[in-house]
T-cell receptor, first 114, second 114 residues
């Protein structure tokens, strides 16, 4: 089915470990986004990529890096995981940058840092 | 900056009850307004949207009207079903410049009992 695919779905890390969250979309969308979801705080934007070859910081970028590998793929890397990064991470895409027609979200990665 | 305030949950209703989830916003200019729904274990899905004052968004029996005079976008449904149990997020997208990004409320958990 067309949409946004995130891997892995679940991950447990020890403090200080690194990992990369993968995201791919097959809708030929230009823009992609990474959000984190924490209880009582809604979704907060970590990084976004308005188009292939560009990336920019969102509201909460500290401790993360991103790579827009090609038009389809946008990865999020935690270089040295901290317990404060325990969260559910969502990747999203849209046809155009900040498209008012809405975004398509992946099903999320639940990350626990111990 | 722009912000969204949602009615705190959780909300528990019996099947066929009337639903209202309040949402108010603070933004400059003329934002677009959205309701997203997140079913258990899934990503967010766009439920409905409105892009200008007095517009009514509707989908799957849910409705919301963009009220600029009260800066509100309350979600309503006349008769809820068990299958409507989910988390509902109100969101806005600013109309220009650095405000042109998707800002989410904290979410409202709805449980519908048979």
């Amino acid at each position: 089915n067309a949409g946004v695919t995130q891997t892995p779905k679940f991950q447990v890390l020890k403090t200080g470990q690194s990992m990369t969250l993968q995201c791919a979309q097959d809708m030929n969308h230009n823009s992609m986004y990474w959000y984190r979801q924490d209880p009582g705080m809604g979704l907060r934007l970590i990084y976004y990529s308005a188009s292939e070859g560009t990336t920019d910081k969102g509201e909460v970028p500290n401790g993360y890096n991103v790579s827009r590998l090609n038009k389809r793929e946008f990865s999020l890397r935690l270089e040295s995981a901290a317990p404060s990064q325990t969260s559910v991470y969502f990747c999203a895409s849209s046809e155009e940058f900040w498209d008012s027609y809405g975004y398509t979200f992946g099903s999320g990665t639940r990350l626990t840092v111990v | 900056g722009d912000s969204v305030t949602q009615m705190e949950g959780p909300v528990t209703l019996s099947e066929e009850a009337f639903l209202t989830i309040n949402c108010t916003y603070t933004a400059t200019g003329y934002p677009s307004l959205f309701w997203y729904v997140q079913y258990p274990g899934e990503g967010l899905q766009l439920l409905l949207k409105a892009t200008k004052a007095d517009d009514k968004g509707s989908n799957k029996g849910f409705e919301a009207t963009y009220r600029k005079e009260t800066t509100s976008f309350h979600l309503e449904k006349g008769s809820v079903q068990v299958s409507d149990s989910a988390v509902y997020f109100c969101a806005l997208m600013g109309s220009s410049g650095s405000a042109r990004q998707l800002t989410f409320g904290s979410g409202t958990q709805l449980t519908v009992l048979p």
